[in-house]
């Protein structure tokens, strides 16, 4: 069965460091999202996004986050420069309607 | 903004015992609601779906229901097993985004 695959798997970053994660959709998905997961605490909706733009954004999602669809493939969420606060779960999920299928996540640990 | 919360907050059961796992959301006007699992430090796994126009779903020993109107949603597991013990997360789909609630985790004793 097809599966969202998100990549590296844990990511160990300095503060101030840029970070890219990565996700590879379902094929024929056409609605990507990442949503994120503080130890301990809620996931939250960071960003939506289809047709190649971002169809909506929560307030967590400032300025120094923004997402990218380069190939036709791959799905990536930017950190310009990561703050403390930035330590998470990052989860990748897709659909082509609901239900959206997640994927594995990304643990990030910004030092 | 919509608010969706889990109760109890944790749950220890012994082997065999069926168990129900409350969630209730603020805004009745959702798309459909969803039930994960998590494991500790993993992923999302869907457990059930129910769209909004539906009252339940069923998957082996899971049951969801759906009240809408009240904002209440339940998860049934019977005959627990040890292999459930999890945090099992609700989340209400308004259109775009989902919202989670902060989990039940539930631990079953062999």
């Known amino acids: 069965e097809p599966e969202v695959t998100q990549t590296p798997s844990h990511q160990v970053t300095q503060m101030g460091q840029e970070v890219i994660l990565r996700c590879v959709p379902i094929s024929n998905h056409l609605y990507f999202y990442w949503y994120r997961q503080i130890l301990g605490q809620k996931v939250e909706f960071l960003v939506s996004f289809y047709n190649n733009e971002i169809s909506e954004k929560s307030e967590i999602f400032d300025d120094q986050f923004s997402v990218e669809r380069p190939d036709g493939s791959n799905f990536t969420l930017k950190i310009r420069s990561t703050k403390l606060e930035d330590s998470a779960m990052y989860f990748c999920a897709s659909s082509p309607r609901p239900p959206q299928y997640f994927g594995p996540g990304t643990r990030l640990l910004v030092l | 903004k919509q608010e969706v919360t889990q109760i109890p907050a944790a749950l220890s059961v012994p082997e065999g015992e069926n168990l129900v796992l409350n969630c209730s959301f603020t805004?009745?006007?959702?798309?459909?609601l969803q039930w994960f699992r998590q494991d500790p430090g993993k992923g999302l796994t869907s457990l059930l779906l129910i769209q909004s126009s539906q009252r339940e779903q069923t998957s082996g020993r899971l049951n969801a229901s759906l009240d809408k109107s009240s904002g209440r949603s339940t998860l049934y597991i019977a005959a627990s097993q040890p292999g459930d013990s999890a945090t099992y997360l609700c989340a209400a789909n308004t259109g775009n985004q989902f919202y989670f609630g902060t989990g039940t985790s539930l631990t079953v004793i062999p």
């Open positions: 805004d009745s006007a959702i798309y459909n």
